[in-house]
Structures are given as C-alpha cells and as structure tokens.
C-alpha cells in the first residue's frame, strides 16, 4: 500500500517558478517509479513527467521539456517537481503518482489527492 501527498502548489504569475513536492508513506521496503500529472479545468489527465526508482531515468511531456525537472530523494521518500518560466496553460491540478513510468495515467495503481497550481497572466 502507498499512500502519496502533494504540497507546494499555490498562485504565481506568468513566468515564475513552483516547486512541487509528493511525500510517500510505503508499508514495504519497495522503491517505486513515479510520475506527476496534471489535469485542467475540462480537459483530461496529461503526463507531465517521470521519474525511476534511481532517479537515473526521466520522462516529461513536451509541453513542459525544458521547463520543469523531476527529482526524488529516496531517503525521504519525496518525490519533487521544480517549475520554471510557468504559464496560464500550466494552470491545473497536479498529481503525484506511483508504480509507473509510463505516459499513460492507467499505467499507474496509486494516486495523490492533487494540489492546486495557478498561474495568473
């Protein structure tokens, strides 16, 4: 069982920076693969970026290459998201995810609640 929780988000304008951060509880010793989506207002779940159980291997989505970077630190069992040169269209809820590397959300068995990033133009 893995439970995950999202901080970090909140309002920034266009151009600013967020950093995004997922805490993991596991009840296990296993060291997952993660990844962190991001849903807007009426449009459907898109990967945003991935990350292996090392931290040696990263994905991300082309929306968002160059802008964001994926990092974990296992010790902590964190998972984090630093976001630069933020958009309105980066607007969205974001989700931390476990267990996956993939693209596609139903890839991944476990879920954060989300937390909230606006970006005011």
């Known amino acids: 069982q893995v439970q995950l929780v999202e901080s970090g988000g909140g309002l920034v304008q266009t151009g600013g920076s967020l950093r995004l951060a997922c805490a993991a509880s596991v009840r296990t010793s296993a060291i997952y693969p993660m990844g962190w989506f991001r849903q807007g207002p009426g449009k459907e779940r898109e990967f945003v970026a991935s990350i292996n159980w090392s931290g040696t291997t990263t994905r991300y989505g082309d929306s968002v290459k160059g802008r964001f970077t994926v990092s974990r630190d296992n010790a902590k069992k964190t998972l984090s998201l630093s976001m630069n040169s933020l958009k309105p269209e980066d607007t969205a809820i974001y989700y931390c995810?476990?267990?996956?590397?993939?693209?596609?959300?139903?890839?991944?068995?476990?879920w954060g609640q989300g937390t909230q990033v606006t970006v005011s133009s």
């Open positions: 995810a476990a267990g996956a590397m993939s693209s596609s959300p139903t890839e991944y068995p476990y």
